[in-house]
């Protein structure tokens, strides 16, 4: 909310206007969140450019060596470098994280708006949704993955599926509050057909709230994938991904902490940001959810 | 009241009625034949048929699903696939454990994270509050395991506090009880104080700014007593359905601190189903995780008539 009066108090006579972009870069959570992002989806894309080796390079001469000038992160219990695992598990962490909120996002949104529109469906299609949230995410989540070969794809439909239902509920809201309005109603008069009065009246009332939504999902997926790989119901394997590693790292962690430490603080990390990230929007964008918050 | 509770209990039953269903079609609708997935890799087309019969696989969908419900209805959810006990048995068996880790939690969440965020709204705007605020989003942004194992080599390899892993039982004495549930209470809590703190902050900042706190500072009454009596009283609600909602959060963080510190919990009997592919031992934890969620959000629906005597439904 302090994004919104200008910094340097000059607006007492009348506001002074700020595009949305200016709000957004003196947010400071906007700002830290989305560098800290950047960073990782650099590090992510550059991998093998970043003084790293073949993330499953074995070595077994060297096995559960501690963070050293060769090995910066350590090596694991087959002797493979911990750093260049880390730093390509990026890749998988942030790819699960970005596809997961925007395939929720599409979904959630066409059930939505159908859902609110369209009253006979509405029931129905509430009614899957509230038994759909009523089920645990990451118990939904593992019970998908266990029915279906492990793979990345597997992985983020198990993931996606618990969080379409938040989006459906928080679209069909807004289409019903919005549907009542007058600018809805005259367009209604004027002849306007239901898909283009979706698209140009309702749809741009849903952008700030879903974007926001969109960031938690993301930070909630990412921390989920590689909750799912900790626990054996994730990415395969033979993938370096976060939760993989510590998986691996749970039955020598007692001996060699630092392979679960340093992927586990990459984690943390990512989620943190992207929570932050995240918290700037709302504030940005959504001031009045930021107010009940 | 009575009519209140009675219809919100009849409001269940579709959710549940629709939980059940999701569960059933998971395993329906996966790309994979159960009966094939059931058998296993080395199976003969003969033993996959044969199993298809045994569980009525070859039947039309809907009598499956009516007769499934049926059985559901009756207690009876299946018999483990590994062990060939009933699922129901295998689940009382491990409920312990998880009951004991979700009141520890709850019960040390509520305490810490109350008096933070009450404090929080009080020193609005200060050093206090933005500390508390700071540390519920890193609260909220730090895994469950990573927080577990960071507990289990500070408190419990470095300064040997507490044991590293494993679970005592209530029977064997309150002391092991405790000792060994206090470092997975302090994983799981974490989250839930952050959720906790926000929303209590929240939701008392909201009531700081009504007349009546003011008419009771200018009559006198001492700060404490406007906080605990006027604000928090007033601000109970949101704080209660914040608990009600956070219960999907604890559900999952139940499963990996129960893996993280080997509790023999349904966490653990999750995870170890999911590997070794026990379907009916999925659907029947999925099923009374669910169940557990559904009945205590109706119990809190149910506690804001108490909490809130204005609210009538």
């Known amino acids: 909310m302090t994004a919104l009066a200008p910094a340097d108090g ?5 506001p002074q206007r700020i595009g949305l972009f200016g709000q957004l870069r003196r947010n400071p959570g906007v700002l830290a969140g989305s560098a800290v992002l950047a960073l990782l989806v650099v590090v992510a894309l550059l991998a093998p450019y970043l003084h790293t080796v073949d993330p499953e390079f074995l070595k077994p001469r060297l096995r559960l060596k501690p963070p050293s000038a060769d090995y910066w992160f350590g090596s694991d219990a087959l002797g493979r470098d911990d750093y260049s695992r880390v730093v390509y598990g990026a890749r998988i962490s942030l790819l699960v994280g970005a596809v997961v909120a925007v395939l929720a996002l599409a979904l959630g949104t066409a059930i939505g708006l159908v859902a609110g529109y369209v009253r006979l469906l509405d029931t129905i299609v509430m009614r899957v949704m509230d038994g759909l949230m009523a089920i645990p995410g990451i118990l939904l989540a593992i019970a998908l993955i266990a029915l279906s070969k492990a793979s990345v794809t597997t992985v983020i439909v198990a993931i996606m599926t618990p969080e379409v239902p938040r989006v459906a509920r ?84 007692q001996i060699a902490p630092w392979t679960i430490f340093f992927p586990g603080a990459f984690l943390a990390v990512s989620v943190f940001a992207i929570n932050m990230l995240g918290d700037g929007l709302r504030d940005t964008l959504d001031p009045r959810l930021a107010k009940r918050l | 009241m009575g009519a209140f509770v009675v219809k919100r209990l009849l409001a269940t039953i579709p959710v549940m009625a629709m939980v059940a269903l999701v569960v059933f079609l998971i395993l329906r609708l996966s790309p994979g034949d159960p009966a094939a997935i059931l058998a296993g890799d080395a199976a003969t087309p003969e033993n996959i048929a044969k199993i298809r019969a045994t569980l009525g696989l070859d039947r039309p969908i809907l009598v499956q699903f009516v007769d499934w419900v049926w059985q559901l209805l009756n207690g009876d959810l299946g018999t483990s696939l590994l062990s060939l006990q009933p699922v129901a048995l295998t689940i009382g068996q491990r409920v312990g454990p998880t009951v ?33 605020m700071g540390l519920s989003v890193v609260g909220f942004s730090v895994p469950v395991f990573v927080l577990g194992y960071g507990w289990i080599y500070g408190l419990a390899m470095q300064l040997r506090l507490f044991p590293v892993q494993g679970y005592s039982s209530l029977a064997d004495g309150f002391g092991p009880f405790i000792q060994h549930l206090v470092l997975p209470t302090l994983t799981l809590s974490v989250i839930f104080i952050a959720l906790i703190a926000r929303m209590t902050r929240a939701s008392v900042l909201e009531i700081l700014t009504e007349d009546y706190i003011r008419t009771a500072h200018a009559k006198g009454v001492s700060e404490q007593r406007v906080l605990i009596h006027h604000a928090l009283r007033n601000a109970a609600v949101p704080i209660v359905s914040v608990i009600g909602i956070g219960i999907a959060l604890l559900i999952g963080g139940v499963v990996v601190t129960e893996s993280v510190f080997n509790l023999p919990g349904l966490g653990r009997l999750t995870v170890d189903a999911v590997l070794a592919r026990d379907y009916p031992i999925i659907q029947g934890v999925i099923l009374v995780f669910s169940a557990a969620y559904v009945l205590i959000n109706l119990m809190i629906d149910i506690a804001y008539t108490v909490f809130d005597p204005r609210i009538r439904y």
Do not use: C
């Open chain 1, 170 to 253: 928080l679209v069909r809201g807004v289409v019903l509050t919005i549907r009542e309005e007058p600018y809805v109603e005259a367009a209604i008069a004027a002849g306007t057909r239901l898909p283009l009065i979706l698209w140009r009246h309702v749809l741009p009332n849903t952008i700030a709230p879903l974007i926001v939504q969109g960031t938690y999902i993301a930070a909630s997926a990412v921390l989920t994938e590689a909750i799912l790989s900790f626990l054996g119901a994730g990415v395969p394997t033979e993938i370096p991904t976060w939760g993989n590693m510590m998986a691996e790292g749970r039955k020598v962690f």
């Open chain 2, 100 to 132: 004991s880790l979700a009141v520890t939690t709850i019960v040390f969440s509520v305490i810490v994270a109350v008096p933070l965020g009450v404090i929080a709204a009080w020193k609005h705007g200060t050093w206090i509050d933005r500390g508390v």
């Open chain 1, 10 to 14: 000059r607006a007492l006579g009348r």
